[in-house]
């Protein structure tokens, strides 16, 4: 029987010696990790006389850290929270020296060094941005020698986001207006008008696209007095031609001259999204469909992306409405796609504008595709359209994002609750399977 019993606790040491304490697990899990790759370094005589204490320490903290995990007593929890920040202290003197290798490896070229210095997986390696950009540069001119997966994993994960920030919803257009150029173009969305009132002149701008937008006006002055009826940046309604300035001449002068540059983007600083509404999954009831990559996802949901949600769907799925709303942009006459940036500007979509001045945009669908038109109204669960396989993608998928503007110059996406048939979907995850009700 004693036995038994020691042999229980021996296997009980082994699995919680295995398992990370629960107990401030974020700031925890990164010291605990650590261990392996800081004794891959510890032949480095700076990163071993460092380290050793550390390595030394922080099997006694994570053991201390077990015992406030069982015992949920305040004085160790306490306790324990002292001893992970000095942990951390010396983890972050262990990076500053890893640092500073790195950097004397690029300054005397020895790749073979640099390689061994930035292979192995530290929390905050290279969080500098002067020092990341250095060492880019030095891996790029030496990068046929030997690739490092860090480094590899970074180019391919900045090439992604610069490819998402691409999607049409992301893109603002910068236009000008010169009171010293006869204003020929008509093509353009967003128009600045100058009236002459006699007294003074009066500036209007119009928005003429179908949706909200926010625009930011510089304005360039020469002998003018001026009075504004809006901040330099604002939110203009679809079809809406509003004031923006009045100038007056200055008493004395005699040449006068105005001119304006402006940014615009769709979407509205101003929306206020109503979190407790619950979404309509964008497909058939009674149908499920997989999450390929869900809200922060690792592929390409970061950046304006970092909200939006894949659905796995075979091409030609029919798609609906995930909320009410007006059909304010559309594009269907595309049959490309592929892994690559140069395939974005060939993703299908619909966009939709909600009534809070939100959008919700369905991408990636199939040519000829789109139901609806443009200044269509749509109910929660209208049919859209049918799911594709165009612009950058890497297989059949619906990308569903729901977006407001953060400037005139950015969008940014928004987390949103779906209503499933086993209750509410608040938080879509990767591998998951949803059932529309």
């Given at each position: 029987?004693?036995?038994?019993f020691?042999?229980?606790?021996?296997l009980?040491s082994?699995?919680?010696a295995?398992?990370?304490?629960q107990?401030?697990?974020?700031l925890s899990?990164?010291?605990y990790?650590?261990?392996e790759?800081?004794?891959?370094?510890c032949?480095i005589?700076?990163i071993k006389?460092?380290?050793?204490e550390?390595?030394?320490?922080l099997?006694?903290?994570?053991?201390?850290?077990?015992l406030?995990?069982?015992?949920?007593?305040?004085?160790?929890?306490q306790?324990?929270?002292?001893k992970?920040?000095?942990?951390?202290?010396q983890y972050e003197?262990?990076?500053?020296?890893i640092h500073?290798?790195i950097?004397?490896?690029?300054?005397?070229?020895?790749y073979?060094?640099?390689c061994?210095?930035?292979?192995?997986?530290?929390d905050?390696?290279?969080?500098?941005?002067?020092?990341?950009s250095?060492?880019?540069?030095y891996?790029?001119?030496?990068?046929k020698k030997?690739e490092?997966?860090f480094?590899e994993?970074?180019?391919?994960?900045?090439?992604?986001?610069?490819?998402?920030?691409?999607?049409?919803?992301?893109?603002?257009?910068?236009?000008?207006?010169?009171?010293?150029v006869?204003?020929t173009?008509?093509s353009?969305?967003v128009?600045?008008?100058?009236?002459?009132?006699?007294?003074?002149i009066?500036?209007?701008v119009?928005?003429?696209?179908p949706?909200?937008?926010?625009?930011?006006?510089?304005?360039?002055?020469?002998?003018?007095?001026?009075?504004s009826?809006?901040?330099?940046?604002?939110?203009l309604?679809?079809?809406?031609?509003e004031?923006?300035?009045r100038?007056?001449?200055?008493?004395?002068?005699?040449?006068?001259?105005?001119?304006?540059?402006?940014t615009?983007?769709?979407?509205?600083?101003?929306?206020?999204h109503?979190?407790?509404?619950?979404?309509?999954?964008?497909?058939?009831?009674?149908?499920?469909?997989r999450?390929?990559?869900?809200y922060n996802?690792?592929?390409?949901?970061?950046?304006?992306?970092?909200?939006?949600i894949d659905?796995?769907?075979?091409?030609?799925?029919?798609?609906?409405?995930?909320?009410?709303g007006?059909?304010?942009?559309?594009?269907?006459d595309?049959?490309k796609?592929?892994?690559?940036?140069?395939?974005?500007?060939?993703?299908?979509y619909?966009?939709?504008?909600?009534?809070?001045?939100?959008?919700?945009?369905y991408?990636?669908?199939?040519?000829?595709?789109?139901?609806?038109?443009?200044?269509?109204?749509?109910k929660?669960g209208?049919f859209?359209?049918?799911?594709?396989?165009?612009g950058?993608?890497?297989?059949p998928?619906?990308?569903?994002?729901v977006?407001?503007?953060?400037?005139?110059?950015?969008?940014?996406?928004?987390?949103?609750?779906f209503?499933?048939?086993k209750?509410?979907?608040?938080?879509?995850?990767?591998?998951?399977?949803?059932t529309?009700?």
């Amino acid at each position: 029987m004693l036995k038994c019993f020691s042999l229980f606790f021996l296997l009980l040491s082994v699995s919680l010696a295995e398992k990370l304490p629960q107990t401030f697990e974020q700031l925890s899990s990164p010291l605990y990790t650590s261990v392996e790759p800081i004794e891959n370094l510890c032949d480095i005589q700076n990163i071993k006389d460092v380290s050793s204490e550390y390595l030394e320490t922080l099997g006694e903290v994570k053991q201390f850290g077990h015992l406030v995990d069982a015992s949920k007593d305040a004085k160790n929890t306490q306790e324990y929270l002292y001893k992970l920040r000095k942990l951390q202290k010396q983890y972050e003197f262990i990076l500053f020296n890893i640092h500073k290798n790195i950097s004397q490896s690029i300054d005397e070229d020895n790749y073979e060094y640099f390689c061994k210095l930035t292979q192995y997986k530290f929390d905050g390696l290279l969080k500098s941005s002067a020092l990341y950009s250095k060492s880019l540069i030095y891996y790029e001119k030496n990068k046929k020698k030997k690739e490092i997966d860090f480094f590899e994993n970074k180019i391919k994960y900045k090439k992604i986001e610069i490819a998402t920030t691409e999607e049409f919803f992301n893109v603002p257009t910068t236009d000008t207006f010169n009171s010293s150029v006869k204003q020929t173009n008509t093509s353009k969305k967003v128009k600045i008008q100058a009236i002459d009132k006699g007294k003074f002149i009066a500036i209007f701008v119009e928005n003429l696209n179908p949706y909200t937008i926010t625009l930011k006006l510089k304005d360039s002055l020469k002998n003018f007095n001026y009075e504004s009826f809006k901040k330099d940046e604002f939110v203009l309604k679809a079809g809406i031609k509003e004031e923006y300035m009045r100038l007056y001449k200055q008493k004395g002068k005699f040449t006068f001259s105005y001119s304006f540059s402006y940014t615009w983007i769709i979407g509205s600083v101003d929306a206020v999204h109503d979190d407790t509404y619950i979404y309509r999954l964008p497909f058939a009831k009674d149908t499920s469909h997989r999450v390929t990559q869900g809200y922060n996802g690792k592929y390409t949901h970061k950046g304006h992306s970092q909200y939006a949600i894949d659905f796995g769907m075979k091409i030609g799925t029919k798609v609906f409405a995930a909320r009410d709303g007006v059909v304010v942009k559309l594009k269907e006459d595309s049959n490309k796609g592929g892994i690559g940036r140069e395939f974005s500007k060939y993703g299908n979509y619909v966009t939709i504008e909600h009534e809070d001045t939100t959008f919700a945009t369905y991408y990636h669908l199939n040519k000829n595709g789109v139901i609806p038109k443009i200044g269509e109204v749509v109910k929660k669960g209208s049919f859209l359209g049918y799911s594709g396989n165009t612009g950058y993608s890497s297989g059949p998928h619906l990308h569903l994002a729901v977006f407001k503007a953060s400037s005139a110059t950015r969008t940014e996406t928004i987390p949103v609750k779906f209503a499933s048939a086993k209750g509410i979907v608040d938080t879509p995850a990767q591998g998951s399977v949803y059932t529309a009700k």
